[in-house]
Nanobody, 116 residues
Framework: QVHLVESGGGLVQAGGSLRLSCAAS????????MNWFRQAPGKEREFVADINWSGSSTRYADSVKGRFTISRDNAKNMGFLQMNSVKPEDTAIYYC?????????WGRGTQVTVSS
């Protein structure tokens, strides 16, 4: 299995930027897609973005398209979510997920709070 740890969350003003990181360890030799999800208070967890193993394909939720960018560095076993022009509605716990033939792992999340 792959063990994931998120970092980079915090408090940011609306319109600002934040970069989340996801560090992977364990069975990182297996190929896996990497995803970001988020969960706001009182709401269900929702998809934010994903990226395939090679980084050649990405997808975004409509709510973040054009503002967030997902990327990864397989040599360093890292994934990233660059968040620009953040809005108060982006406030949530952000989770990293790794999914593949031999992997289905979640991190514990990192809190992002956007003040208006």
């Amino acid at each position: 299995q792959v063990h994931l740890v998120e970092s980079g969350g915090g408090l940011v003003q609306a319109g600002g930027s934040l970069r989340l990181s996801c560090a992977a360890s364990g069975r990182t030799s297996s190929r896996y897609g990497m995803n970001w999800f988020r969960q706001a208070p009182g709401k269900e967890r929702e998809f934010v973005a994903d990226i395939n193993w090679s980084g050649s394909s990405t997808r975004y939720a409509d709510s973040v398209k054009g503002r967030f960018t997902i990327s990864r560095d397989n040599a360093k076993n890292m994934g990233f979510l660059q968040m620009n022009s953040v809005k108060p509605e982006d406030t949530a716990i952000y989770y990293c997920h790794a999914g593949g033939p031999f992997t289905d792992s979640w991190g514990r999340g990192t809190q992002v709070t956007v003040s208006s």
